[in-house]
């Protein structure tokens, strides 16, 4: 079926630590977007991958997408406070479908 | 430009009412959905719509009817309200680039209660 699962469900670190949440379909997929959701707040778009094995960048963030276009991952090098919130992947799938499924998001705790 | 807006912020319902969400972008965004967002479960599509007059199911339609009569608007009908729909419901819109749909540009959301 169409999910994407997404892993840690909840992850807590130590200001200056490293985090990544991965997200995993069975099926082809046809791009994938990250958002961020801060508590209380609406999920902001971060970024779209849209090529098999592509990598970007946004100053400590790292985004990547797997060769096959079924995994996706997100790495914040030296977490800060600023980092906290919740973090989605969200994919459309191959084969023309217009919808957009998210993962179940990775709650992401930072500790001074 | 106003982005995306809902209304009501905040609503508190007895079980069987049944009311509309509204929601409208201002973006001209061919694409719009909805949402709904339970604690531990993400962001799960209920509706969306790839134009006026086209909609179609997500993943989780039961209860929940909508319709698209024009680019800017697209209404969330509850019809009788069920303890079940308490949930925080977000509407969002995006366009086509070629052939990739692009950044989904979120409203603030709808708190709903329903008791």
């Known amino acids: 079926g169409q999910q994407v699962m997404q892993i840690p469900q909840y992850q807590h670190v130590q200001e200056g630590e490293d985090f990544t949440t991965y997200c995993n379909s069975s099926?082809?997929?046809?791009?994938i977007q990250w958002y961020k959701q801060r508590p209380g707040g609406h999920p902001v778009f971060l970024i779209q991958?849209?090529?098999?094995?592509e990598v970007k960048k946004q100053k400590r963030l790292t985004f990547q997408f797997g060769e096959a276009k079924k995994n996706s991952s997100l790495h914040i090098t030296a977490t800060q406070t600023t980092d906290v919130g919740t973090y989605f992947c969200a994919a459309h799938f191959s084969g023309g479908y217009n919808k957009l499924i998210f993962g179940a998001g990775t709650r992401l705790a930072v500790h001074p | 430009n106003a982005g995306v807006t809902q209304t009501p912020k905040f609503q508190v319902l007895k079980t069987g009412q049944s009311m509309t969400l509204q929601c409208a972008q201002d973006?001209?965004?061919?694409?719009m959905s909805w949402y709904r967002q339970d604690p531990g479960m993400g962001l799960r599509l209920i509706h969306y719509?790839?134009?006026?007059?086209?909609?179609d199911q997500g993943e989780v339609p039961n209860g929940y009817n909508v319709s698209r009569s024009t680019t800017e608007d697209f209404p969330l009908r509850l019809l009788s309200a069920a303890p079940s729909q308490t949930s925080v419901y977000f509407c969002?819109?995006?366009?086509?680039?070629?052939?990739?749909?692009?950044?989904?540009?979120f409203g603030p959301g709808t708190r709903l209660t329903v008791l």
């Open positions: 991958l849209v090529k098999s094995g």
């Open positions: 969002a819109s995006s366009e086509l680039v070629g052939v990739v749909w692009n950044e989904q540009f």
């Open positions: 719509s790839v134009g006026a007059g086209i909609t």
């Open positions: 973006m001209n965004h061919e694409y």
């Open positions: 099926t082809t997929l046809s791009n």
